[in-house]
């Protein structure tokens, strides 16, 4: 198991999705739709079993070019739990070996303007956890 494995795949996942640039860190410079993501929180010994649960945030961000009701009509494709575009679907079918057990995406939050890097962009936050 190790941290930059899940990261890998992570990133492996999300570019399963098409014309979204990913990333296994938060890269200096972006080239939007991207996405990458963040590992959050920690907890050892979350079950009797000794099993390790890691909390990632994966960080969607579009630019915002156009009309900002077809950029967040992009960003809605995002949110679906199935489908080609789903980050969900992305990340829960990514091949993480032996790296985690499981993955499961619980939710997304904090939808809209996003500062990356001193720019604005639009963008949603995804919660992620790894049991290892």
Request: aromatic share 10%; hydrophobic share 40%; charged share 25%.
């Amino acid at each position: 198991m190790s941290i930059k494995g899940i990261r890998d795949a992570i990133k492996t996942g999300l570019k399963t999705i098409d014309k979204l640039e990913a990333y296994d860190n938060a890269p200096d410079n972006i080239n939007p739709p991207c996405a990458f993501p963040i590992p959050k929180d920690g907890t050892y010994d979350f079950t009797a079993g000794n099993c390790y649960e890691l909390g990632f945030e994966i960080l969607l961000l579009l630019g915002r070019q156009g009309d900002i009701e077809e950029v967040q009509e992009k960003l809605d494709d995002y949110l679906a739990p199935t489908g080609s575009r789903s980050i969900k679907a992305a990340l829960e079918a990514a091949d993480y070996g032996s790296h985690a057990d499981t993955v499961r995406v619980s939710g997304f939050r904090d939808y809209g303007g996003i500062v990356f890097n001193g720019i604005v962009y639009i963008g949603v936050k995804f919660d992620m956890y790894a049991l290892v």
